[in-house]
C-alpha cells in the first residue's frame, strides 16, 4: 500500500487521463455565474464554458471547495491508513489551501496518529501540475509525509512556467492582477506575458501574438539550458497555437511534453481567451 496519498484540486488542469494514471484524489473549486454555482468539474464543455464568457457583461467568480469537500476526501482516505499531501493552488490567489488547512486539523483530530500536511504550490494550472506529479512521484517511491512534502518543496522552487495573454482585463475586471497592474498601462496595444510565484507577477510585454509566440520558444529554451528537461504546455480556446508551440519545443528538446492541455473556468474566467504557456522543471523530481 502506497503510505501517502495526494489530494490536489481542480486547478491543476492536467488531461483526465493522467489524472487516472497517477490516481491522486481531486477537490473540485465553484464558478458562480448566471445566478448558479457549479463544480468546476462538472463545468466539462469549454468551448461553451468560454463563449458565454466572451459575451458576458458580468464576469463568473469562482470560489474555493468547502471544507466539508475537503473532509469528504480526506476521512477514507485517513480512515484506510493513509497520510496525505495535499497540494494546492498559490494560497496568494486562492483561500483553497486555508480551507484545506481547517480541514486538516478537524480530520487529524477525528484520527489520532494520521498525518494531514497542506503544501501550498506558490501557483496553480501547469506550476500546480508539476508539483502534484513530483509529490506522487515521492509517495510513489514510498517515500513517507515528511519525503514527499520535501519533493513537493523543491519542485515549487524548481518549476517555472511563463505564459502571454490576449489582454489584462479579465484579471483587472476579477481582481487577481496583483502585480501585473505595472503593465496596464497601454494594455490594448501589448501582449504581456506573466508568470506565477504565489502570485501573478509582469515578466514583460511584447507587440504582437506572433512575437509572445516566439518568446515563449526562447523561455522553453531557458527552461532546457537550466536542466528543466520536463515541460509542458497550456492553453485557453488556442488549440493550434498550443500544437504549434509544443512542435516547436519538442523539436528543442528532442521530446514530448508532459502533456498538453486546455485550462478550465476557475483560471480561464480570470484570464480569458487566448492565454498560451510553457513551464518545466527538472525530470529527475518526476522519477
Known sequence: MVPVRIVTDSTHYLPSELVAEHDFAVVSLYVNEGGATSRESELTDLDAFYDRLRGAQDLPTTSQPSLGDFLEVYEPLLAAGHDIASVHIAAGISGTAETARQAAAEARAAHPGRRV???????????????????????????DLDAVSARAGEARSAARTWFAVETLEYLRRGGRIGAAQALLGGALKIKPILTMQGEVLPVERVRTSARAFERLVEYARELKETGADAWLVQHIQAPEQ??????????????????????????????????????????????
Open 117 to 143: 500536511e497542506v503544501i501550498d504550490s506558490g501557483s496553480t494550472a501547469g506550476g500546480l501540475a508539476m508539483v502534484v506529479l513530483s509529490a506522487q512521484a515521492a509517495a510513489r517511491s514510498g517515500g
Open 242 to 287: 498550443a500544437a504549434a508551440l509544443e512542435a516547436r519545443v519538442t523539436e528543442l528538446f528532442g521530446h514530448g511534453p508532459l502533456c498538453t492541455s486546455e485550462m478550465g473556468p476557475v483560471v480561464g474566467a480570470h484570464i480569458g481567451p487566448g492565454l498560451l504557456g510553457v513551464g518545466g522543471l527538472p525530470a529527475r523530481l518526476l522519477a
